[in-house]
């Protein structure tokens, strides 16, 4: 019996284009109440000390489809903050989940099992601003002197802080969340705040130019194979330090060289180049081998590198000529997915991580956006609402939220945009700059994100909006930019699984 979350019909004649796809608002919405309002899956137990992280994905994807508002309460998302702030930690940063909190009885002796999370200390901000908090009640100054101590002498960061010793992982994913919670907590100004010490900048650039690839890619570490998930890592947390070749620190053309600091890509061609490569036609194992036998190399047999879709020049003139007389298929490149690594199947969350990072580098119409979007649509979007990971999968929260934010920054009319670097909608990312205490560190005309700030530049909205201070424009209707589960998972702490 065919699945029935399959998509394709054979039935098709040769050059028939398929309807356009739709985003199924009422089911997503749906299936984000769901999680919201309602307990999860048995299977999400194990993540439970992740909760930190659905919390986040949760009400942002809610924000996203900006029904966050009608279907919550100013008392339900007051809450919803009160959680947050339960969990943070008295020596600086956010727990993960409240089942490390000790209370009163937290004494010298236990207190090693109860470490904040950097991780969880990145969603916990970004969920305080999706909810409109203004981070008053952030221990900001406990919290900067807390990541200053997370930094390894080679410039990444680990995950938490036990008996002064850094433990975790030491990839891209750390120095995303730790570069992430000193931008939202200070800017990109260098040097002490406040009489609190920074981070040591020049050496987690170094540290990521470290882990660049041969073909252009970042690795979780030197000589590691070049992976699509810590290269976005490492994409966004360069632009919230402002140290992409672009910024406004690098790129300061009144600057003698000599004077301008490290850039975090040695090679910017290479990297859009090898993040252009991502984007395949290969979607699933039937598409690995050579089913019909002749070789033609289409994505009707999908089993080496001509379904990739490449930048001009590839394949070369004589790999056309090869193959100029074969057959082709009628369902060439209807869908074109994303992987994260050469030579492996599409994978629906790797549509954000490649699609993100392009967007980062201001070269989002690289990637084909109508055949991702069919890709998402019609292969992942499931019946129920939510993303599912490959084709016929059930949905998880980590790709439906991923899912979500590849179509909003693709301008999916439904969507709110997306800032690509927070992974927030703008709207929320909008709020940072309006946070009163944090004026006073980044001075009143600091837009966060270097001296123009990202917001803006790349290719804007979509045409036929318009868009006017305070609001954000959206199928032709402008509305203020105020401040503001179910299925099966993919662990939280796998990363980019």
């Not at 945009?417 to 946070?435: E, I, K, N, Q």
């Amino acid at each position: 019996m065919p699945s029935p979350f399959s998509r394709l019909s054979p039935a098709l004649e040769p050059d028939t284009q398929l309807a356009e796809p739709s985003f199924d608002t009422k089911r997503h919405v749906t299936y984000w109440l769901r999680c919201l309002k309602t307990f999860l899956p048995n299977v999400y137990t194990a993540n439970d000390s992740n909760r930190m992280t659905f919390a986040f994905f949760v009400v942002s994807a809610l924000d996203l489809l900006d029904c966050l508002v009608p279907h919550t309460t100013a008392a339900e998302r007051e809450g919803y903050a009160q959680w947050i702030y339960h969990c943070q930690h008295p020596a600086g940063g956010f727990r993960a989940f409240p089942g490390t909190d000790f209370g009163e009885r937290r004494s010298a002796q236990n207190e090693c099992w109860d470490p904040a999370n950097l991780p969880a200390t990145y969603f916990a901000l970004a969920t305080l601003l999706v909810l409109g908090d203004d981070l008053e009640r952030v221990k900001r100054r406990e919290c900067l002197a807390w990541l200053a101590k997370l930094q390894r002498p080679d410039g990444g960061f680990g995950e938490t802080l036990v008996n002064g010793r850094i433990e975790g992982g030491s990839d891209t994913r750390f120095g995303y969340c730790a570069t992430g919670v000193r931008w939202i907590l200070r800017g990109t100004v260098e040097g002490p705040v406040e009489g609190v010490e920074d981070v040591n900048v020049d050496q987690f650039v170094q540290c990521v130019r470290l882990s660049e690839t041969y073909d252009g890619g970042i690795s979780d570490a030197p000589f590691h194979e070049a992976h699509a998930g810590f290269t976005y890592c490492a994409i966004s947390a360069l632009s919230f330090v402002d140290r992409l070749p672009h910024g406004a620190k690098t790129y300061d053309q009144n600057a003698r060289e000599d004077d301008r600091p490290l850039a975090g890509l040695s090679d910017l061609h290479a990297t859009i180049r090898w993040l252009a490569s991502r984007q395949t036609a290969t979607l699933d194992e039937d598409d690995e081998v050579d089913t019909n036998g002749d070789e033609t190399d289409t994505p009707s047999t999908c089993h080496d590198a001509h379904t990739f879709v490449r930048l001009r020049g590839f394949p070369s003139e004589q790999g056309e000529q090869s193959y100029k007389e074969r057959p082709t298929s009628h369902l060439d490149l209807q869908w074109a997915g994303f992987n994260g690594r050469c030579n492996k199947l599409a994978d629906m969350c790797y549509a954000f991580w490649v699609g993100a990072s392009l967007d980062v580098l201001h070269k989002a119409p690289i990637a084909s956006r109508p055949r991702s979007r069919r890709y998402l649509l019609d292969r992942t979007q499931h019946p129920a609402g939510g993303f599912a990971k490959h084709p016929g999968d059930p949905p998880d929260i980590y790709h439906s939220y991923l899912g979500l934010a590849a179509l909003a920054l693709m301008r999916e009319p439904a969507l709110k945009p997306l800032d690509a670097v927070m992974c927030v909608s703008v709207a929320a990312r909008r709020c940072v700059d309006g946070l009163r205490w944090r004026r006073s560190i980044v001075g009143e005309g600091g837009r966060g994100r270097g001296e123009e700030g990202e917001e803006g530049k790349g290719e804007g909205v979509t045409k036929g909006t318009e868009r006017t201070e305070g609001t954000e424009a959206r199928g032709g209707e402008s509305r203020p930019a105020a401040p503001s589960s179910a299925g099966t998972t993919a662990s939280a702490s796998d990363g980019f699984a």
